[in-house]
C-alpha cells in the first residue's frame, strides 16, 4: 500500500521553527517529486514549497521564501520542510504529496498535479 506520512506539526509561538517530516511507505521516493501544501480554514489549499527528484530545483511560494526550506534524504525515504520565523497566517493543515515523473517548475505548485497524498499535520503559530 502507498502511503505518505506526515509528522512534526505542533503548537509554536511566532518567531519559532518547526520542521515537518513526509515518510513513504510501499514506494521509494527517488522517483518522485514532492510538493507541500496547506490549508487554512476557509481558504484554499496553496503550493508552499516543492522539490524535484534529485534537490536541484525547488520552488518557493512567495509567502515562505527566506523562511521555509525544503529538502529530501532519499536514503530515508523522506522528504522534510524546515520552517523558521513561523508567523500565525502559516498556521495551516500542511500536506505533501508525490509525483512521479519528470519535474515541472510550473505545475509543482498546483495540487491537481499530484498522484498520493498524505493526510496532513496541524501546524498552529500562536502567542
Known amino acids: 500500500q502507498l502511503q505518505l506520512v506526515e509528522s512534526g506539526g505542533g503548537l509554536v509561538q511566532p518567531g519559532g521553527s518547526l520542521r515537518l517530516s513526509c515518510a513513504a511507505s510501499g514506494f521509494t521516493l527517488d522517483y518522485y517529486a514532492i510538493g507541500w501544501f496547506r490549508q487554512a480554514p476557509g481558504k484554499e489549499r496553496e503550493g508552499v514549497s516543492c522539490i524535484s527528484l534529485r534537490a536541484d530545483r525547488t520552488y518557493y511560494a512567495d509567502s515562505v521564501k527566506g523562511r521555509f526550506t525544503i529538502s529530501r534524504d532519499n536514503a530515508k525515504n523522506t522528504v522534510y520542510l524546515q520552517m523558521n520565523s513561523l508567523k500565525p497566517e502559516d498556521t495551516a493543515v500542511y500536506y505533501c504529496?508525490?509525483?512521479?515523473?519528470?519535474?515541472?517548475?510550473?505545475?509543482?505548485?498546483?495540487?491537481?498535479?499530484?498522484?498520493?497524498w498524505g493526510q496532513g499535520t496541524q501546524v498552529t503559530v500562536s502567542s
Open positions: 504529496a508525490a509525483r512521479s515523473g519528470a519535474f515541472l517548475f510550473r505545475q509543482c505548485p498546483l495540487w491537481n498535479w499530484y498522484d498520493y
